[in-house]
């Protein structure tokens, strides 16, 4: 099944009542698990849960498969709501984000850690072959340039999310 990237956005859009810049993440052609894409929630704090975990749940499109945080609190809180969701026990949950990269059937990740992690993250998760969205990427020029060149040296796409311009 193939969907197209006009068809997710409108449908991303209406989920989240445009009120928020809901991550999106959109393969040409999406062979995650029930033809959707598939993606890893890394940082399970107040934005990855309430924010960007939220958003993920309102789209038929997407599946969240596993969450990562360094806090087994936080990561044991984004599991029982992605559980709890789907209504099954499938969440795999990591605490190491590292390992969740190692993960095969995840096409995507949403990164909503610390902004010190924003570029090392979304850099080896595009090395895994994943496609990225990442909370405000970049501190300084220099961490820009560098993740922009490797995003163009890539074939994956990544979305900057950028809340702040979108929320009140």
Not at 42 to 57: P, R
Not at 71 to 94: F, L, M, P
Request: charged residues 25%; hydrophobic residues 40%.
């Amino acid at each position: 099944m193939t969907i197209t990237r006009r068809k997710f956005l409108k449908k991303a859009g209406l989920a989240a009542g445009g009120a928020i810049v809901l991550p999106v993440i959109i393969p040409s052609c999406v062979k995650g698990a029930n033809n959707r894409i598939t993606l890893g929630m890394i940082g399970t704090g107040d934005h990855g849960i309430n924010w960007n975990l939220a958003a993920y749940l309102k789209l038929d499109d997407c599946r969240v498969i596993a969450a990562c945080d360094v806090d087994s609190t936080r990561v044991k809180k984004a599991k029982g709501i992605i559980d709890e969701h789907y209504k099954n026990n499938d969440c795999i949950i990591y605490s190491d984000f590292r390992e969740l990269l190692e993960n095969k059937d995840i096409d995507a990740v949403q990164i909503s850690t610390p902004d010190h992690w924003h570029v090392p993250i979304s850099a080896l998760a595009l090395k895994k072959n994943k496609d990225v969205c990442c909370e405000k990427p970049t501190l300084t020029i220099e961490q820009g340039r560098f993740l922009s060149n490797l995003v163009a040296g890539s074939k994956k796409l990544f979305q900057t999310s950028l809340e702040d311009r979108a929320v009140p």
